[in-house]
């Protein structure tokens, strides 16, 4: 009963990075019907811009600020000069650049960083609480779980509270429609390009203290975990994604706790291909789900 707590805990810490960068890849889609496949990449250069601040200054919150605002440049960087150039009528030209930025991004790193893992110390102990004997969540896995509350909080809120919200959110769904009510749309892709990279930077950020460290292909397992929960949970759905994090996020937990870590890939992915199979938009995919 105790490791079922203990593993639980980690599960949920873990599944709320994965709905972090699963809702990263779910804005992208939204916004512009993409998958980047470069999201990862991104994410781990702004993660290297992060340790060279922390490094350099001994602050762990400047070296975060510096992670987030370098994401979103990224991001605003990769939509305004690479993805607004590529015809939209067919998804394969926004894959195949995607793929190839993935090559630059880590060739680059590795040339500048080298290839070997280097250490990433957490602004809070990983040692748990105990808790009547049972070790539970850590002060580190509380603050993951704070920052990816308060981040999915504020995401929340923007989209549906606001007039930027909302001219993005039009944007996305309706963008002919929006042009003819003044909204400025590829100026609201952009944004949510930069939203998408800054807060899957948020996910790697906060998900590296705790691998093995830092190289180049840090968030490479990330990325097809979250991919996988985008999937699962409907890459329509924001909901979704943070439902379905946190349940593969338990699912890996336990299956590596009970198992082994090397099972872990395959029960997401047999989860995936049940929910393809059964419910091919995803498990919270809305009833009509937009097409163009």
Request: hydrophobic share 60%.
């Amino acid at each position: 009963m105790d490791r079922l707590v203990f593993l639980l805990s980690a599960g949920l810490a873990r599944g709320a990075v994965l709905a972090l960068f699963a809702l990263s890849l779910v804005i992208v889609w939204r916004a512009a019907r993409v998958v980047n496949f470069a999201q990862a990449a991104m994410a781990v250069t702004a993660v290297y811009a992060a340790f060279a601040v922390t490094s350099a200054t001994g602050s762990y919150w400047a070296g975060l600020a510096t992670g987030l605002a370098t994401g979103a440049l990224l991001g605003a960087a990769a939509e305004r000069g690479l993805m607004r150039r590529l015809p939209h009528h067919a998804p394969l030209p926004g894959i195949i650049v995607a793929i190839g930025l993935v090559m630059v991004l880590q060739s680059g790193l590795a040339i500048a960083f080298g290839p070997e893992h280097r250490p990433m110390h957490p602004p809070f102990s990983e040692r748990p609480f105990m808790i009547g004997g049972v070790p539970v969540l850590s002060p580190y896995d509380l603050f993951v779980l704070i920052a990816a509350a308060a981040v999915m909080g504020a995401l929340a809120l923007l989209f549906s509270r606001t007039s930027l919200g909302l001219q993005l959110r039009a944007a996305a769904f309706a963008p002919e429609t929006s042009r003819l009510l003044g909204v400025r749309v590829p100026r609201m892709v952009t944004l949510g390009w930069a939203l998408a990279v800054a807060t899957a930077s948020l996910a790697a950020l906060l998900l590296v203290p705790t691998e093995l460290g830092l190289n180049p292909h840090a968030a490479d397992l990330l990325f097809v975990n979250a991919f996988a929960v985008a999937v699962i949970g409907g890459l329509d759905s924001p909901v979704g994604a943070l439902l379905s994090g946190i349940g593969v996020g338990l699912l890996v937990s336990l299956v590596t706790g009970y198992a082994s870590a090397s099972a872990a890939p395959l029960a997401v992915l047999g989860l995936m291909t049940l929910v393809l199979l059964v419910r091919p938009g995803g498990v919270f995919a809305p009833k009509e789900a937009r097409t163009a």
